[in-house]
């Protein structure tokens, strides 16, 4: 980069400028898509139209980009940043990172392969990327009248698709979760007896064939994810209860077991927060319980803390709302419809009626960005419940495809 770098040329923005003769400033730009160069300054216009902002593929050391809100509507219509397949702040180009404020400048600097671009602005150094959402799901195996290994797909909608034959070992009560961003894993299970089999599913939803799991073999374990492109999958029953969990890195590799803190049960999880963070909750010590453990965004499970709501088992949960999430149905004396919603801190509130049948086993994920679907369980119900994003459970739909129990779902596709 040629020139002096200068503090603060534009006074209380915070931004930080090269010299002009460093610098050149190209024209106003309002088209909703725009492909910069390096050692740039550009003028933002979104009056009429957000912008996605596509940086330079190969950047060098010191090169330097600058954005302004011309016309200080940011915060009406944001810009997003595509980092081009290089990391923006030490975050994989996975993330989403938008500016909505009004008024703001943003002055990046990129600094190498380990960290990427760094934005060197007050304002801009305050913000975070944002981990992309799952628009798609699937649910796979389950019971019937035996084990199955049946997949349906469920498009940005909530609509279930036919039956697929899944690829790898019929099974029931395998733990499932999303991992890598836009794939999932779905681990352990019952295949007459308990297995620590694994399967991943890529992000077009096919589910690969069987990979022997490190870990101990069993079933009714809880799976979430975490630190955004991460899972964990925790507790279960071998036999007897067991406190066991397994990380799943972004290569959705299951690795030994860890200890686990809290009371062994089967239990179900979900990730919640902004932060990366998962919980379990709720399950079967031998008795009922609504023990919830919280897991950190580095995988870290928390000891037993109290939940809210009534103690059951056999529910399922998911995330909704970009940060929060719910736990629905389950079994008490008998099958039910009640839901527990969990706040962004992990905080699980009291019981609230859900909508549609009562009912156990089901499966449950996010899906389309911000909602969640619940689907099947008990005596072979092939309906499916819709979660709005501020967690309102829809009324029964009927799912195409095979009736069952004990099934399992993951959300998977940024796209």
Do not use: H
């Not at 730009?29 to 596509?54: D, H, K, L, M, P």
Request: proline residues 2%; hydrophobic residues 35%; aromatic residues 8%.
């Amino acid at each position: 980069m040629s020139g002096s770098v200068k503090s603060n040329v534009f006074g209380t923005s915070g931004t930080i400028a090269a010299a002009a003769g460093g610098l050149k400033w190209e024209a106003v730009v309002t088209a909703s898509t725009v492909t910069v160069e390096s050692n740039r300054g550009y003028f933002i216009n979104t009056t009429s139209n957000a912008c996605t902002i596509t940086l330079p593929a190969s950047p060098g050391v010191g090169d330097q980009i600058i954005f302004l809100d011309y016309a200080r509507t940011w915060d009406t219509n944001a810009i997003t940043i595509d980092s081009n397949g290089n990391d923006f702040q030490n975050q994989s180009d996975d993330y989403v990172v938008d500016y909505d404020t009004e008024g703001q400048g943003i002055n990046i600097v990129f600094s190498g392969s380990t960290n990427g671009w760094i934005p060197n602005s007050d304002v801009a150094n305050a913000l975070t990327p944002v981990a992309p959402a799952t628009k798609l799901a699937a649910f796979a195996y389950g019971s019937v009248s035996g084990v199955s290994n049946i997949k349906n797909l469920v498009n940005a909608s909530g609509v279930v698709s036919s039956d697929v034959t899944g690829v790898g070992t019929a099974r029931s009560t395998p733990a499932a979760a999303t991992f890598g961003f836009d794939k999932g894993i779905f681990a352990f299970g019952d295949t007459g007896s308990v297995t620590n089999l694994s399967n991943l599913m890529n992000s077009s939803g096919v589910i690969a064939t069987d990979v022997d799991g490190v870990g101990t073999s069993r079933a009714n374990a809880g799976g979430a994810s975490y630190g955004f492109d991460k899972a964990i999958v925790a507790f279960g029953s071998t036999g007897s209860f067991v406190s066991i969990s397994n990380l799943v890195n972004t290569s959705g590799v299951v690795s030994a077991d860890v200890t686990g803190v809290g009371s062994a049960r089967n239990t179900r999880g979900s990730s919640y927060g902004t932060s990366g963070q998962a919980l379990f909750v709720f399950g079967m010590t031998g008795s009922n319980v609504n023990t919830r453990n919280l897991v950190s965004n580095t995988g870290v499970v928390a000891s037993d803390s109290s939940g809210g709501g009534t103690a059951r088992r056999a529910g399922a949960a998911a995330k909704y709302g970009g940060d929060k999430a719910l736990y629905a149905y389950g079994y008490v004396s008998g099958a039910v419809n009640i839901k527990n919603l969990i706040s962004n801190t992990g905080v699980v509130g009291s019981d609230v009626t859900g909508v549609g049948t009562a009912r156990y086993t089901p499966g449950a994920t996010s899906y389309g960005g911000d909602k969640a679907i619940f689907g099947f369980g008990n005596g072979n119900k092939g309906m499916t419940n819709l979660v709005n994003n501020v967690g309102v459970i829809a009324a029964d739909v009927s799912a195409v495809g095979t009736g069952r129990s004990e099934v399992a779902a993951a959300g998977y596709s940024t796209a």
